[in-house]
């Protein structure tokens, strides 16, 4: 089946999946019949681009990774995002705006319509999932079309799309992990000798960590991951700002070397648990021996532990890989499975 | 949709599926709208029965359990595998005889007169896989049925049904884990200052090795997982007896304490890679130090991590949890998630 895509939102996420939809074109036809156009683009700077048969994306890439606007490629003026989605004729709408934690939007919106306009959404965003989980998922249900976000924890490892397809009717009672990997590299860096300061420049430097990092130090990264998973697997809404949550700014060298003597190490971990009707979250500095499989957790790894009623310990873990900055080619991953499972 | 299951093999880990499936009973009708009758047990030496209205379970595992013959539960006079599997009106198959390692016999002989007979069939037996997997594949795809194994790796974790519909496209460069819990328990156990024989005779004790425990510590039960994952995630048949296997018995006490003091641990290391068209596949004990995510597996975990050409580094891991002895319940989840993934 052919179907028209639609970007909202034109970073490195979104290009590099406009890449590996055009690496695995062929096994898309070939395996599931499944063939595509690109019919519409969003970015943030750089204009607008709506084409009804198609838009060269090998131009949209070039144009915009020199600088320049893709307005020229579309056949229709288009002045903003939800332009781009009603004018767009697209089947599924890839949602990568900037993510704002305090309110979910515009991505929201940019959900919202296209759901309305009958395409399938699949977002990395997680403001999208903390603040409007339920209403967009029961709205996508109306519809007949799939609201998707495999991308939001774990980059684009399967997790969501695990415990819904290859875990029926497991309870999720706990899940315990490292699921930011700033911070996890902040702490390791420290552990050989770095100070903290230094080990944030270089997270800065390599770009994992903002020009502010207080989003990933003081765990608001990590709460809202969090609040993620215990809203969709557990079934409970959980705001971030109900959970619990301390940062590393208070970990300090002594503290790892001491940690180190005893073969333990500090890592923001991360934790949830259903205790009654209430989910009791967190996000705080512990200890972990090396006993405990965040312990091998090095460097810009991240991963989690489930507790649920059918299996008592499955860990998923995304570790680093020399050479290999995942990043946004493993993001665009989680984006790309998102959308074969939606129209498969 | 109703459906009636037939059960070949009735040891702990079947009967350990027909309490899940109690359990899990109401949930399976309001989630997926699946309800079921067991309408045929073959047991290995506690006779055979079939009952087109439904077997009462409980009778069939309290006289199991209690040592007595299950024959009086029958409508019509059955006397082996096979004639069970004829005349259960079942539309779905589990099967759970004995491994056979040198030729998947009887199980694959099951495998095929339920597909033939129109059922789905789920097996936790591995000998199926390696001996058997492509044409028992085209077989139930001729069928328009389903061949399912998730429990032969891993315990009942999701790892074929991830890779299957949770990664779509993921290519698979190589793997690398553990896989054998009891070495790895063996391993653990000499690390904390006890003989390899008394660590054989603790895992014979709490029945997680045979009183013939070759077939683990020589690394047989590895190079046949590595064997299966590598037949069936790599689309590549290979035999156990093409994976280069070493076991555990050269590491001594000395050795391991050597490895302490350097901060490594010795680990039964299953690793497959593809080489140009070939598979190079390998068991054997390998050092490993505290980056690597094997390092924190310790007793009966066992894990793996996978190289895929959009996911570098992705790990699953089953972990050992205090007073919860994985073993049978986890071993039956992996069949009754296949029971839903092939049904619903």
Redesign the interface.
Known sequence: MHHNLCFIGFGNVARSLVR?LER?RE??ES??GITYSVTGVATGSHGFAVNSDGIDVRQALEKVESGKSISLLSTFQVDDSLSVIQHSSASVMFENSPVNYDTGQPAIDHVKAALNAGMHAITANKGTVVHAYRELTALAESKGRKFRFESTVL????LF??FR??????ELISFKGIINATTNLILSRMEDGESFDDAVKYCQSIGIAETDPSGDVDGWDAAIKVSALATVLMDSPLKPQEVERKGIREITPAMVNQAKAE?KRWKLVASAERVGSQIKARVAPELVD?????????GSSS?L?F?TD????????????EG?K?GP??TA?GL??DF??AV?
């Open positions: 590996l695995k096994a898309l395996k599931y980059g684009g490892s399967p799309s695990t397809e290859a875990m029926p009717l497991a073969k090396s006993s405990s499989p965040l312990y091998g957790m090095m991963g532990t507790t059918v299996l008592p310990n499955y860990s998923v873990i995304i570790s680093e890989r290999m995942g080619e493993e991953y790309f499975a074969v499972s498969k």
